[in-house]
């Protein structure tokens, strides 16, 4: 499994931010202020007034609205959200945040604490996607560390307290088989896997529909883009593709399912359950198809996997932190995760690791990635209550 790929991460940081100096009618206006100080600094950034998602938006930091943290106007305070361009893991992230948060600690700016906040982390394999077998171990390891994963946030961050990151096993698919326990977990996400290769034909592989998202979804939707694409590779290299792609839909399903008959399906007129990640601690819903990439999965397309769990950042050494324990996770899960639970006794038996495990995988990711060590991840730990 083991390839010569390297990672590229994007970073979102949820603020609620005031002025000190200056009073602001509303948040594009302290957006502004905040965006030319940034420039100051030499941060290359601009204000995304309409949250626009287009590539042309991660090519530099960009401030948006965040309209999941109420705004206090009369407090002079406003939700925003800090998006970086896509990094690769050895540039020069870490200065910039430092540069970043020089400016919001200034004399101009104050950071307020919300429980509203988060820090969302996006990761990617370059230059090749992971694979379907990669993303299987790591949402294996998703599930088997989510334990001492919560034990690393506040406490309205972990199981599925908070609506905006929820456990990956609270989804439809997983809670039919959750009442066996993790192993059971695990072990639906080996069957995946395990029934890839038998896939028989390119029809086969991509039958299912926008709104057939269950595992062996049944209706047809075999798109042009793959037509197109067989002309230009032979048909043995199609039909691997076509596998990796059903595998990878199915693994995404298992991790990302919501239900229809949630107030947000209900509302939407979902008939069947369907897929939206950014409701749980870790979104799949990037590794789709771009087929997908409209509505609840507009990341679709982009070969990314996000981390929705960690908290607001409220300094650069917090969001270094969880920058480098999401990118070692993904890496230390390549080669850790296909083997977590076996040889521990039946499914009821296996149960999530513990923080001192975790430790070795996000050492292990550290050691794949040519790490000296895991910097701020160990403030993390220090702090884990």
Sequence with gaps: MATQNSYQFGVEIELLLGSRKKSHPNWKSLARD??????????????????????????????????TIPSQPAKNLWGIELV?????????????????????????F????????????????????????????????????EPALDLLVPTNRRGSVAYWCQSNRANPTLRQVDAGGLGSCLGLLDEIVAAGPSISSIQEAYQYGDDDTS???????????????ATSISEEEFQTQAVQARMTRNIVAAMNLFPANSAYGRSHGKKKDFMRGKVYKWDFTGMLPSSYGTGDNGGAG???????????????????????????????????????????GGADEIQGGSPEELWGLLAAGSEAL?????????????RMG
């Excluded at 920058?323 to 639970?341: D, E, W």
């Design 110 to 145: 104050q950071i307020v604490p919300s429980p509203n906040c988060s820090t969302h982390v996006h990761i990617s394999s370059t230059p090749l996607p992971l694979s379907a077998q990669e993303l299987a171990a790591l949402a294996r390891s998703v599930l088997y560390y």
């Design 215 to 229: 595992p062996g979804g049944s209706s047809s939707s075999f798109s042009s883009s793959s037509s197109t694409a």
């Design 34 to 67: 905040l965006s030319k100080r940034l420039a100051k600094a030499g941060i290359a950034n601009h204000v995304n007034e309409g949250n626009d998602k287009s590539r042309e938006n991660y090519r530099e930091w960009s401030l948006a609205q965040e309209i």
């Design 302 to 344: 982009r070969g990314t996997v996000e981390f929705r769990q960690p908290p607001g950042s409220l300094s650069a050494e917090d969001a270094a932190g969880w920058i480098t324990l999401a990118v070692a996770f993904v890496a230390g899960a390549m080669a850790v995760g296909p083997h977590l639970g076996h040889g521990t």
């Design 84 to 108: 970086s361009p896509i990094y690769p893991i050895y540039s020069y992230w870490a200065a910039d945040l430092d540069k970043i948060f020089s400016v919001l600690h200034s004399s101009s």
């Design 370 to 382: 040519g790490w000296e060590s895991l910097g701020a991840v160990e403030g993390l730990f220090a």
